[in-house]
T-cell receptor, first 114, second 114 residues
Framework: GAGVSQSPSNKVTEKGKDVELRCDPISGHTALYWYRQRLGQGLEFLIYFQGNSAPDKSGLPSDRFSAERTGESVSTLTIQRTQQEDSAVYLCASSLAGAGTEAFFGQGTRLTVV | AQSVTQLGSHVSVSEGALVLLRCNYSSSVPPYLFWYVQYPNQGLQLLLK??????LVKGINGFEAEFKKSETSFHLTKPSAHMSDAAEYFC????????????FGSGTQLTVLP
């Protein structure tokens, strides 16, 4: 597609359930990033992929969070045993490699844990 | 370490008035600086970026920002606000220019009054 696509756009889940969030980056973009945006706050870096490997997982808030990327394309962010504090908009971005390159963002997945 | 401070979580201006959104950064090395805009229910869109080529950077939709090293500032301006400018604006700083090292401010919600 023309842009970064995320699905679902909205997800309501019960506390304790697992959720999977999907990101389809722009074709040819080797770098892929996940951010979390809590209500009224800025973007919080979660994880970065270069190709299929994740050299920087420093932002993952706990071991309940994991992510993978296959075929240098689609990425899935998984949250296990969701908690209410996980409620946020999860944004995915992709870019070409190299300094100063623009990151293109998807529309995000709004996750609500009830 | 790098950080971004956006002064004013909410800014209101009248249609046709000057828009000024403030951003101050700290970085141990010369930074790359970005302004992103987020319209309701949409992902982030790059407005403009500073990569040391010129201190006055022009972006889309009539916005521009000036890099002032002495003041560690990168304020966003637009001479005449339009109703369609109502959105949330995020300033971000990057050491290496790649999104994985992007640190975002907490955002400024711009309201344009008729």
């Amino acid at each position: 597609g023309a842009g970064v696509s995320q699905s679902p756009s909205n997800k309501v889940t019960e506390k304790g359930k697992d959720v999977e969030l999907r990101c389809d980056p722009i074709s040819g973009h080797t770098a892929l990033y996940w951010y979390r945006q809590r209500l009224g706050q800025g973007l919080e870096f979660l994880i970065y992929f270069q190709g299929n490997s994740a050299p920087d997982k420093s932002g993952l808030p706990s071991d309940r969070f994991s992510a993978e990327r296959t075929g240098e394309s689609v990425s899935t962010l998984t949250i296990q045993r969701t908690q209410q504090e996980d409620s946020a908009v999860y944004l995915c971005a992709s870019s070409l490699a190299g300094a100063g390159t623009e990151a293109f963002f998807g529309q995000g997945t709004r996750l609500t844990v009830v | 370490a790098q950080s971004v401070t956006q002064l004013g979580s909410h800014v209101s201006v009248s249609e046709g008035a000057l828009v000024l959104l403030r951003c101050n950064y700290s970085s141990s090395v010369p930074p790359y600086l970005f302004w992103y805009v987020q319209y309701p229910n949409q992902g982030l869109q790059l407005l403009l970026k500073y990569t040391s080529a010129a201190t006055l950077v022009k972006g889309i939709n009539g916005f521009e920002a000036e890099f002032k090293k002495s003041e560690t500032s990168f304020h966003l301006t637009k001479p005449s606000a339009h109703m369609s400018d109502a959105a949330e604006y995020f300033c971000a700083v990057s050491k290496g220019g790649s999104a994985r090292q992007l640190t975002f401010g907490s955002g400024t919600q711009l309201t344009v009054l008729p």
